[in-house]
C-alpha cells in the first residue's frame, strides 16, 4: 500500500506564500508524475500543477509565475511552493501520484490539506 501524506498549508493574507509538501511511503517500485489539485467550495477538483520524474513541471494558467512545484526523488516528496497567494486561491488542496507497484501502475491521493486565503 502507498501512502500520500500532506504538510504545509494553513491561513494567509492575500499576498502572503505558503509552502507545502507531499511524502509517499510503502512499498513501490518508483513513482512517476506528482502533482498538487485543488477544489473549492461547491466546485470540482482541479489540477494545480504536475511534475515528472525527471522535474518537467506543468501549471494551470491561473498559477503560472506564482507557484512552483518541485520534488525530490530521493526522498519521494513532492512541494508546493505558493507565492502571491489571492482569495481564489483557497481550497483544500490535494496531492497526487503515479505509482509503480510490485503489480500496477496505480494512482494514489494525500488526504487533503486546507489553503486559505483572506483578502
Known amino acids: 500500500q502507498v501512502r500520500l501524506v500532506e504538510s504545509g498549508g494553513g491561513l494567509v493574507q492575500a499576498g502572503g506564500s505558503l509552502e507545502m509538501s507531499c511524502a509517499a511511503s510503502?512499498?513501490?517500485?518508483?513513482?512517476?508524475?506528482m502533482g498538487w489539485y485543488r477544489q473549492a467550495p461547491g466546485k470540482q477538483r482541479d489540477l494545480v500543477a504536475t511534475i515528472t520524474r525527471g522535474g518537467s513541471p506543468n501549471y494551470v494558467d491561473s498559477v503560472k509565475g506564482r507557484f512552483t512545484i518541485s520534488r525530490d526523488n530521493a526522498k519521494n516528496t513532492v512541494y508546493l511552493q505558493m507565492n502571491s497567494l489571492k482569495p481564489e486561491d483557497t481550497a483544500v488542496y490535494y496531492c497526487?501520484?503515479?505509482?509503480?507497484?510490485?503489480?500496477?501502475?496505480?494512482?494514489?491521493w494525500g488526504q487533503g490539506t486546507q489553503v486559505t486565503v483572506s483578502s
Open positions: 497526487n501520484a503515479i505509482v509503480f507497484t510490485f503489480s500496477e501502475l496505480a494512482e494514489y
Open positions: 510503502g512499498s513501490f517500485l518508483s513513482i512517476n508524475a
